[in-house]
């Protein structure tokens, strides 16, 4: 253990030296950290977009997020069962002064946790370099930011698109007819992109246009490029599920864990998911031949979705660490793509740094605060929902150097919104605050105000002053995310309640039905809206 007497805290690594401007740079893994005193909150950081990066307290941990069989979406499977705090890459603790100190990984395949008082840094492979300092919050994130962008490069444009996306109004019920109405509705809004979203494959894993889209996707782009605004597609190429006719046709392009079972992916749309191995020649030429007919469609944006599983462990064709495996893939379908805007989602957050335009930075939004029964219940904040999208959101807007942060879709319908005006209030905010500006709301479910309101709304570039992680100047209007983004306490009865609902989620024919059902009321919600 090395003391650095001006410093508040002690370091244990196989290397340190001192940076010119202060912290350290240190190699080893393990590496320890040891503040003297004992902190009352960590900060962690989730793997994916949608993970949960907050503070959280140390002492009485949050429990692990329920249902495990959503883990591979939701978190680092590695990681699922540690109940010390912990997090990808990086870490932090609070000083009782306010300031804080950080550990980052240079590197990937790196993880910090609490233990005891002590950060401790890991790396999957090899010797970690690590960045360790003590300050505010703010200043140690800005310059971790800047020696990631040394290694992982950062994105070629300073302003992202603004957005009209499928997904949080339509859903899967997306058909052409409807999105050529809706192209049609956004009139003079001065979106950019119109991203066609989940709904328009066969299946994941099959990705020709279903019985919706009779006249292809070229017949949908050439319509949206005639209105001068870019054609956006979603898939998620490195899921597979087992309905998809690849999953029977090349079960060697799946990932395999050590006793050659399929590793899960997690589950949706009624199926399990399952991996592709990016490492095998044959699935990197099919990723390129892919991302290239999208581009011959004519799109010219791509929303890349549920990219985490290139990174799930597993045993792959070639030997390599997980996240290296994964970022290959990504460069890949990076360089496939050509000049087109790339956006990740569900993606491993470093290894997608300088091999794509924007990336999530939270869960997913929904028209309501929060579901009970996942924050309550479950204690799952990865799920939908509005508190918990702000929640991580907010702690990786230090991202913005970097990359395009997308914080989600904000609302300005009331139509098919349980949201109150100050929770679409933050929301709006918080787009403001990350710059990258995208909605749902289709123009014929906003009354004129709404309509005339999210115009103005997308015209502006207000002056953006951070005052704390959580708190801004929006043209010098004061926000303050903090007061919302408390975690719930659970009763005895929520905690057993959950018990029972882990056992019935762990159900794949439950889960199945669910999706059915939910599917088939949103389209009869949806057919009673003109
Ligand atoms: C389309 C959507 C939208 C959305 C993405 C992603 O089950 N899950 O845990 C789960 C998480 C996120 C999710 C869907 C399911 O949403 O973030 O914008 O594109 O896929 O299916």
């Known amino acids: 253990m090395q003391d650095h007497p001006s410093e508040t805290f002690s370091i244990?690594?196989?290397?340190?030296h001192p940076l010119t401007n202060g912290g350290y740079l240190l190699t080893g893994s393990p590496i320890k950290i040891a503040p003297p005193y004992q902190p009352e909150r960590y900060l962690q950081h989730g793997w994916q977009s949608w993970g949960l990066s907050s503070w959280v307290p140390i002492r009485h941990p949050l429990p692990i997020p329920r249902p495990s069989i959503m883990h591979p979406m939701h978190l680092d499977p590695v990681f699922a069962h540690q109940r010390r705090p912990n997090g990808s890459w990086y870490g932090a603790v609070e000083a009782p002064s306010g300031e804080v100190v950080f550990l980052g990984?240079?590197?990937?395949?790196?993880?910090?946790?609490?233990n005891g008082s002590f950060l401790v840094g890991t790396t999957e492979q090899g010797e970690g370099t690590w960045f360790c300092a003590a300050g505010s919050q703010a200043e140690v994130l800005s310059r971790y930011a800047g020696l990631i962008a040394e290694r992982m490069g950062k994105t070629r444009l300073q302003h992202p698109p603004r957005v009209w996306c499928s997904w949080y109004s339509l859903y899967a019920t997306i058909d052409a007819e409807r999105l050529n109405k809706t192209l049609?509705?956004?009139?003079?809004?001065?979106?950019?992109?119109?991203?066609?979203?989940?709904?328009?494959?066969?299946?994941?894993?099959?990705?020709?246009?279903?019985?919706?889209?009779?006249?292809?996707?070229?017949?949908?782009a050439s319509l949206v490029r005639a209105t001068g605004r870019k054609a956006g597609l979603w898939l998620a190429p490195l899921l597979v599920v087992p309905s998809a006719p690849l999953f029977r046709e090349h079960p060697d392009w799946l990932l395999h864990g050590p006793g050659g079972e399929l590793v899960s992916a997690g589950f949706n749309w009624g199926e399990p998911c399952y991996a592709l191995d990016t490492t095998h020649p044959a699935v990197l030429e099919w990723l390129a031949a892919l991302m290239k007919a999208v581009r011959t469609w004519g799109y010219d944006y791509a929303k890349l979705d549920f990219l985490y599983a290139g990174a799930l462990p597993g045993k792959r064709h070639q030997d390599m660490p997980r996240e290296t495996a994964y970022r290959q893939g990504l460069k890949v379908m990076r360089e496939a793509l050509g000049d087109a805007y790339l956006l990740t989602c569900g993606a491993p957050i470093l290894p997608s740094l300088g091999l794509c335009d924007g990336i999530r930075i939270g869960p997913d939004v929904a028209p309501y605060w929060i579901s009970p029964r996942d924050s309550r219940l479950l204690m799952n904040f990865a799920a939908p929902g509005v508190q918990n999208a702000l929640r991580t959101c907010l702690q990786r807007l230090w991202l913005r150097p970097l990359v395009n942060t997308d914080p989600?879709?904000?609302?300005?319908?009331?139509?098919?919104?349980?949201?109150?005006?100050d929770q679409k209030a933050l929301l709006q905010d918080l787009a403001q605050i990350a710059g990258f500006k995208g909605t749902s709301d289709p123009p014929s479910w906003l009354t004129v105000q709404e309509r005339q309101?999210?115009?103005t709304y997308l015209e502006a570039t207000p002056t953006i002053e951070l005052i704390s992680p959580t708190s801004y100047r929006i043209d010098g209007r004061r926000v303050d995310f903090e007061p919302y983004l408390a975690f719930p306490q659970p009763s005895a009865l929520d905690r057993l309640l959950g018990t029972v609902l882990e056992i019935l989620a762990n159900i794949p024919l439950l889960l199945s039905t669910l999706d059915r059902i939910e599917r088939g009321s949103l389209q009869k919600t949806l057919a009673r809206i003109p």
Do not use: C
Request: negative net charge.
């Open 453 to 455: 309101a999210l115009k």
């Open 12 to 16: 244990q690594a196989a290397s340190s």
């Open 184 to 220: 049609k509705d956004l009139g003079d809004l001065p979106f950019e992109v119109f991203q066609v979203d989940d709904g328009w494959q066969r299946a994941i894993g099959d990705w020709r246009p279903n019985e919706k889209f009779p006249a292809g996707m070229e017949a949908l």
């Open 408 to 421: 989600d879709v904000f609302y300005f319908r009331t139509l098919q919104n349980g949201l109150s005006p």
């Open 105 to 114: 990984a240079l590197d990937l395949g790196a993880h910090v946790e609490i």
